[in-house]
């Protein structure tokens, strides 16, 4: 992807591009026993896990609605999909991928990124992994890098069995249980003890399918004094009615290891995001978060932390953009559970058009956490009277001998500033959309360069009102 150079040039043409849907398994809409043993047949599911999914239902429907935050009335579960097959088996060949999907993943520079920068890539379209390869040097190293289904049938079945959904329990919250129930798709990843892995691993994930739901998992393990770096990127066209995306992250990070994982997420305006993901982190370990949120119709998005192993530490770095017609509820959620522990959740909040954006973070220090820091910065631009920006922190500090502390800082473009910007030449769009790129420059500079770049033109496309 090649860097703009004006506000003109900016198209999401590429992400509102819908495929047909052609001899695909679409699912009975709504949620029913029926329908979850029906998705357990097609997984090929071994016996716990069928049991776990009819578990996962019926905690799901004892759950009662999160009602704290955006609403989530327009979402009725009854007229979602919660699986849909396209019409082809997961290839380790691109070639191999059917004409239409491979154009979509094309057309969103995937195989490119793949040849150019990546370790690894797993793409899903829908609710099914269509494509999954591995660099051989990489796999060489002893790295697994596969698609959930198969690690669940596979030599990692017990790996994944002993990990899968125990930091992410379907008691957590009704669409964990939802998950948990109707999970399909997503990525297992293990780095054996003391491997770098020098380039990054992606997973890209495409929802196609109107008035469907998206719910991959991603596992991730990473070994004592191991290294890597995990990307997740996702999209959807637009349509005129509601699309769902609850998907679980959950991320294992073991003594003296580093992981960074990397989230853009590009829903278009009809999608609702769920999403939970959560890392528990050990002694000498470093979990680091970066994220982009500036799709879906309303989001709750919040990152999680749990920090059990003496000098554990957690970083947060995330911008999020709230347009016209969005409610984005995000943050980031850190427990300190051991001494010498240290967390920096660095966010930057954008509200436009009316949009809503609200910065929710969480620090609990336990009372065995002596000596452990945790630092809280989150700034707010509200680009017009019409939107909203909010900061909502919560601290239950239960141990005297830390350092903690929070700051905040909501403001508006100065017109100072854009006047100064439109005499050099720019047209006013041109010099708030400029602003704006600089107040997200922290978080863009943690991102890989094709990444960041596809933040900038996110936030221009927004700027000119354009977006799907």
């Not at 900016?10 to 052609?22: G, H, L, N, T």
């Not at 716990?48 to 905690?59: A, G, I, K, P, Q």
């Not at 049938?153 to 948990?180: I, R």
């Not at 998992?217 to 009615?241: M, Q, R």
Request: aromatic share 8%; glycine share 8%; hydrophobic share 35%.
């Amino acid at each position: 992807m090649s860097e703009k150079t004006y506000v003109e040039d900016i198209d999401r043409s590429v992400y509102d591009i819908k495929d047909a849907e052609i001899d695909n398994y679409r699912i009975e809409e709504g949620l029913t026993p029926d329908i979850v043993e029906k998705i357990s047949e097609e997984k090929n599911d071994p016996d716990w896990m069928r049991e776990f999914r009819l578990h996962s239902l019926d905690v799901y429907n004892k759950s009662i609605m999160p009602d704290w935050g955006p609403s989530i009335e327009g979402l009725d579960m009854d007229h979602i999909a919660t699986y849909v097959r396209p019409n082809t088996k997961m290839q380790g060949s691109w070639e191999d991928v059917p004409k239409d999907i491979k154009e979509t993943f094309e057309r969103l520079g995937i195989p490119e990124a793949e040849r150019k920068s990546l370790a690894g890539v797993g793409a899903q379209y829908d609710s099914e992994l269509v494509y999954h390869n591995v660099r051989a040097d990489v796999e060489a190293q002893g790295v697994v890098y596969t698609d959930m289904e198969s690690a669940l049938n596979g030599p990692y079945a017990d790996m994944v069995k002993e990990h899968f959904m125990k930091l992410v329990p379907p008691t957590d919250h009704k669409f964990a249980a939802l998950h948990g129930a109707v999970w399909s798709g997503g990525s297992f990843v293990y780095v054996p003890k003391g491997v770098h892995v020098s380039i990054p691993l992606q997973s890209y994930f495409r929802l196609n399918a109107k008035g469907a739901g998206q719910f991959e998992h991603t596992l991730i393990i990473v070994d004592e004094g191991a290294d890597l770096h995990f990307i997740e990127g996702c999209s959807a066209p637009k349509y005129n009615v509601a699309n769902l995306h609850a998907g679980c992250v959950e991320l294992y990070v073991k003594k003296n290891a580093k992981l960074r994982y990397s989230t853009i997420e590009n829903w278009s305006k009809n999608m609702y995001n769920l999403n939970t993901k959560r890392a528990v982190v050990e002694e000498g370990g470093t979990i680091e978060w970066v994220s982009g949120s500036f799709g879906s119709h309303v989001g709750y998005l919040y990152p999680s932390s749990i920090l059990v192993g003496r000098g554990a530490k957690a970083e947060f770095t995330g911008v999020t953009f709230a347009g016209e017609g969005q409610n984005l509820d995000t943050g980031a959620k850190v427990v300190h559970a051991a001494p010498e522990t240290t967390s920096f959740m660095n966010t930057r909040s954008i509200s436009k058009g009316g949009g809503i954006s609200t910065f929710r973070s969480s620090v609990e220090v336990r009372k065995n956490a002596h000596k452990s820091k945790a630092a809280v910065s989150c700034q707010s631009l509200m680009l017009d009277s019409q939107s909203r920006s909010d900061t909502i922190p919560a601290m239950d500090i239960r141990c005297r001998d830390v350092a903690v502390g929070h700051e905040a800082k909501i403001g508006s473009i100065s017109d100072d500033a854009v006047f100064y910007l439109m005499s050099r030449g720019m047209s006013e769009e041109e010099a708030r959309a400029l602003i704006v790129s600089g107040f997200a420059d922290n978080v863009s500079k943690e991102l890989p360069l094709e990444y960041a770049i596809e933040m900038n033109n996110l936030i221009r496309l927004e700027m000119v009102g354009s977006i799907g």
